[in-house]
């Protein structure tokens, strides 16, 4: 009997047993399934999210980037706190300023934007979004917050359905900041093709071409061909293309533009495509500074090369322009041998690019340089009657303290968008200085990059001088200019037996 009752006793001590361990473990599924699961963000769905010191300062969320991706903007709005924001691939950050792209808000707005030209590229796959306090607790009027409230919204951006290209055909078509800053077309390049020549005509945007075999999107470590230059009007030349499809793409490299038209031509051959000529007329460079019109403007040029970009002006009709020496030195020393000087058309528009041009003089001590145009676009032959919007020239000397001067260039800062359009600035002759190099003027017009080079003119209309430099202390600043007195005999020798 005794043993019937323990083996009783034991039987309901082992199912009280099981009991428990079916409720712990019944406790533990109702646990997991009551915890919340990894923040995701969804694309176009924006959502408010919150950052509590309390629970910990920093915030992860996960973000799925499609295959057809070329672009990813994370936005962040309404911050009632400034905050930090990073993106990394695979494993999350510790910090936003840890992951492999990170921003910070300004005035509770930020923009963090990844694409394929980023490094590392924009891969498909899940990335991981990453908001801190950036180590600082949020203070507010009466000590620390509770929390910090923010908006987040991802943006995922695509091209537009591919275009096909005839060769020797003109197409038009737009980059768009909300398709990726993508334009993409298709072509069939046949078999014994030796050249493939793409050409980007009447673009005002700074805009790259790329072409690859295929219709896969590539990004820069994948090595397309690219042609990327601070131009409008592009040539991508690729020999020997292999038979098949192929991918051009016309790409705003730096997601400035909301909209950039363009021209595209596709060829096989080597041969440029025809351009009918384009003349500026004095309506669209009118002035309203006495003394000041047509000619003074038309004669500024763009000088583009590949380590930067300036201006110039022209000095005699047969194509000879002066620049500052720095404006074409190339990284490394000597002169560049790819020089494209851009002309204005319109006062609202960036320049066309128009000429080659060589330098054919210089003087670093003055920091001069005489160059000479020497081809079309192309490096072309020039219309045997070219004759150049040329700057008459004066005195700097005969200059007085006080005098007005009139500064004409391409500064980066005179535009919102890639390519600036000519820009004038006013001033007076704040000082002068005379050095080893000669007689240099001191201004109060505003001269930055890109100016230099280009002209300074007094309020006859006559050129004194080379926007070149300026000195900033603070929030202060004074151009410098050097006049044409410190041009060297030689290279004024050269102009004048032009």
């Given at each position: 009997m005794a043993t019937r009752l323990e083996a009783r006793r034991s039987h309901i001590l082992f199912s009280t047993f099981l009991g428990y361990v079916a409720f712990a473990a019944l406790a533990g599924c109702l646990a997991e399934a009551s915890e919340p699961g990894p923040l995701?963000?969804?694309?176009?769905?924006?959502?408010v999210l919150r950052l509590r010191p309390a629970e910990g300062t920093v915030l992860h969320a996960q973000v799925q980037v499609p295959a057809n991706a070329l672009a990813l903007e994370l936005r962040i709005s309404d911050a009632t706190r400034e905050i930090e924001a990073g993106m990394t691939f695979g494993?999350?950050?510790?910090?936003?300023?840890?992951?492999?792209?990170?921003?910070?808000?300004?005035?509770?707005?930020?923009?963090l934007r990844l694409d394929r030209f980023s490094l590392p590229p924009l891969e498909p796959g899940f990335w991981h979004?990453?908001?801190?306090?950036?180590?600082?607790?949020?203070l507010g009027p009466r000590g620390q917050v509770d929390e910090v409230v923010f908006r987040a919204e991802l943006r995922v951006l695509r091209p537009e359905a591919a275009v096909e290209l005839a060769p020797r055909v003109v197409h038009d078509g737009t980059v768009a900041l909300e398709r990726a800053s993508t334009w993409v077309g298709h072509l069939d390049v046949p078999g014994g093709a030796s050249v493939l020549r793409v050409d980007l005509l009447e673009a005002e945007a700074d805009l790259d071409l790329l072409a690859y075999p295929g219709h896969k999107p590539r990004d820069l470590t994948e090595r397309p061909h690219l042609q990327s230059r601070p131009y409008g009007r592009e040539t991508l030349l690729v020999a020997n293309p292999e038979p098949g499809p192929w991918t051009i793409e016309v790409v705003d490299p730096h997601a400035l533009e909301e909209r950039a038209e363009f021209r595209l031509h596709v060829a096989f051959g080597a041969d440029a495509p025809p351009e009918a000529p384009v003349e500026p007329s004095a309506e669209t460079l009118a002035s309203a500074i006495e003394g000041l019109g047509a000619a003074q403007l038309g004669a500024v040029v763009e000088v583009g090369t590949p380590d930067g970009s300036g201006s110039a002006v022209c000095v005699h009709e047969r194509g000879l322009f002066l620049t500052n020496w720095h404006v074409v030195q190339k990284l490394g020393g000597?002169?560049?041998?790819?020089?494209?000087?851009?002309?204005?058309l319109d006062l609202a528009r960036p320049p066309r690019e128009s000429w080659r041009a060589k330098v054919i003089e210089h003087d670093v001590g003055s920091d001069c340089a005489l160059l000479e145009v020497v081809g079309d676009r192309h490096g072309g032959p020039l219309p045997p009657d070219l004759r150049h919007v040329t700057a008459?020239?004066?005195?700097?000397?005969?200059?007085?303290?006080g005098s007005e001067l009139v500064v004409v260039g391409y500064p980066g800062v005179g535009t919102q968008r890639s390519r600036p359009t000519l820009t004038l600035t006013r001033g007076v002759v704040a000082g002068f200085e005379r050095s080893g190099a000669g007689f240099a003027l001191k201004s109060d017009a505003e001269i930055t990059s890109g100016h230099s080079g280009g002209a300074a003119y007094d309020m006859a209309g006559k050129l004194v001088g080379l926007p070149t430099s300026r000195v900033e202390d603070g929030a202060s600043q004074l151009g410098w200019i050097h006049g044409l007195s410190m041009l060297p005999e030689r290279i004024k020798a050269r102009i004048a037996a032009r």
């Open positions: 995701v963000l969804q694309e176009a769905q924006p959502q494993e999350a950050a510790p910090a936003a300023h840890a992951a492999e792209y990170w921003t910070n808000t300004e005035l509770g707005q930020a923009v979004a990453t908001f801190d306090m950036g180590g600082q607790l949020p000597g002169a560049s041998e790819d020089i494209v000087l851009s002309r204005t008459p020239l004066g005195d700097d000397t005969r200059l007085l303290l």
